[in-house]
């Protein structure tokens, strides 16, 4: 357990620190409209600035029907290359704390691997698709393989969404092979679909439905987790702050999979200036 909140300290501090350098870089943040805000927020390459705080819980793994706690820090970080061009870093930190699964195995706690992608989109025209693709990066960040296989992996990204009249539709994906790492777990052939649909409210109120789908090549496994979540953009003194909260219902899943889960974000926003 000591080792979960160190990793955790560690990980909030380098984050927070990234989100001091983005708002002395960038202050004239405050003025964007929340109905604006919540639209650029339902789409994954939008000029927005965002550091989510995703919490999860998911019940119930194996015989022993344990549960999983992640925290997912998941920075989004816009890098404008010249007028047509922008180069999108998402980056998915888990921190994790895992109970006993099967008898014997024990709880863990620490980091999960990471996955960091990197989509080249060109500036859409109004009303247009707006799309990016680049490379996706797995790296080997898991305190021990019972949190993550702990291998190098990577793949192709790519995102295609339409945004009109308050909604937003589209499709990320991605797909990773691992290619080095630890040699005791198995290697990473995974695909993961996420088809999505928002409707943001004038007053930034969303509703989202989407599916956070993965399928194992190597084990010929689906899993697919049914998500629904309701946010709110709220400013604290003039910082624009996203709250959601939202359940998931596993409609595949492996035998030893879990077969529920709640979940809560907390999302800061720094709009370009």
Not at 73 to 85: C, E, K, N, R, S
Not at 239 to 257: E, K, L, N, W
């Amino acid at each position: 357990m000591r080792r979960f909140w160190l990793a955790l300290t560690v990980a909030l501090l380098a984050f927070w620190l990234s989100i001091a350098i983005v708002l002395f870089a960038s202050p004239a943040w405050a003025q964007t409209d929340d109905a604006d805000l919540a639209n650029k927020l339902s789409n994954p390459v939008s000029d927005l600035i965002s550091v989510p705080f995703q919490f999860n819980y998911d019940c119930c793994y194996g015989p022993e029907d344990g549960g999983r706690f992640t925290l997912n820090i998941q920075p989004v970080v816009p890098f404008h290359l010249g007028a047509d061009w922008t180069l999108i870093v998402r980056t998915i930190l888990p921190v994790v704390t895992q109970q006993e699964t099967v008898g014997g195995l024990g709880d863990h706690s620490g980091l999960g691997d990471t996955l960091q992608s990197f989509f080249f989109s060109p500036t859409p025209s109004p009303g247009g698709i707006i799309w990016g693709v680049g490379p996706a990066i797995y790296w080997p960040t898991a305190s021990n393989t019972y949190l993550g296989p702990r291998k190098w992996g990577a793949g192709p990204t790519v995102v295609v969404l339409k945004q009109q009249s308050g909604w937003t539709y589209g499709l990320l994906a991605n797909h990773i092979w691992s290619f080095a790492g630890e040699s005791e777990t198995a290697d990473i052939s995974s695909t993961f679909l996420q088809p999505f649909l928002a409707y943001a409210w004038p007053d930034s109120t969303t509703l989202t439905l989407n599916t956070e789908s993965s399928y194992d090549w190597n084990g010929d496994q689906w899993t697919v987790p049914l998500n629904l979540t309701v946010s709110h953009i709220f400013r604290f003194g003039t910082q624009p702050v996203s709250f959601a909260i939202g359940g998931r219902y596993y409609a595949v899943t492996p035998d030893d999979g879990p077969r529920w889960g709640l979940r809560f974000v907390m999302t800061f926003l720094f709009p370009a200036g």
